[in-house]
């Protein structure tokens, strides 16, 4: 059975922190790993990796995918305030259209 | 943001009554997702739709029907609403192995 871990499921952090969180997968035929952030409304897509090593960034966010090691991790630094959500893993499968959504990761950011 | 809206934005029924909540896109995409999101499961694909009168079974499917009948619009329907489905639903769009854009979201409260 196809499976999507997020560690951890919860993270307060003070603002200013630099925070990583974790996503595990074990799926057959994999194709590529997406990243959401949800705050009090839909998921917000962040970004995708299909290629193992290669970082994305954007601004303070930046994730990467590790292929062998079958996982991914997002790093938030300089948090703010604004970084508090939900962020949500997702795996989508070769051929298939269906993505498998970890159960999330709860981040909160104190001032 | 992808063109998606969803109605109603909010809903309150009572246990038996049919409900249809209904996706709208604006972005010609060709597929198109309903799911539920509740405490502690995460996201939870519904019903998917790979084109206008293709659909197929997501894994909570189970009281839920759905139609596609135009490119652009997404039907869900719950013949006999229950309390169990009292939830946030999310539809979402994508292009064929492409990443998916999420809906506003509907509320909906079975009594």
């Known amino acids: 059975e196809d499976k999507v871990v997020q560690s951890p499921l919860s993270l307060v952090v003070h603002e200013g922190d630099t925070v990583t969180l974790n996503c595990s997968y074990e799926v057959t035929n994999f194709r590529s790993l997406l990243w959401y952030k949800q705050e009090k409304k839909a998921p917000t897509f962040l970004f995708m990796l299909t290629s193992s090593g290669i970082e994305k960034k954007s601004g303070r966010l930046s994730s990467i995918l590790d292929k062998k090691e079958l996982f991914s991790i997002l790093n938030i630094t300089a948090t703010q305030t604004g970084d508090s959500a939900v962020y949500l893993c997702?795996?989508?499968?070769?051929?298939?259209?269906?993505?498998?959504f970890g159960q999330g990761t709860r981040l909160t950011i104190n001032p | 943001d992808a063109g998606i809206t969803q109605s109603p934005r909010h809903k309150v029924t009572e246990t038996g009554t049919p409900v249809t909540l209904r996706c709208h896109q604006t972005e010609n995409h060709r597929y198109m997702y309903w799911y539920r999101q509740d405490p502690g499961h995460g996201l939870r694909l519904i019903h998917y739709?790979?084109?206008?009168?293709?659909?197929d079974k997501g894994e909570v499917s189970d009281g839920y029907s759905v139609s596609r009948s135009k490119t652009e619009d997404f039907l869900l329907t719950l013949e006999s609403a229950t309390s169990s489905q009292t939830s946030v639903y999310f539809c979402?769009?994508?292009?064929?192995?492409?990443?998916?854009?999420f809906g506003p979201g509907t509320r909906l409260l079975v009594l």
């Open positions: 739709s790979y084109g206008v009168k293709d659909t």
């Open positions: 997702a795996v989508v499968k070769q051929g298939a259209q269906k993505l498998v």
């Open positions: 979402a769009i994508s292009e064929f192995q492409e990443t998916q854009y």
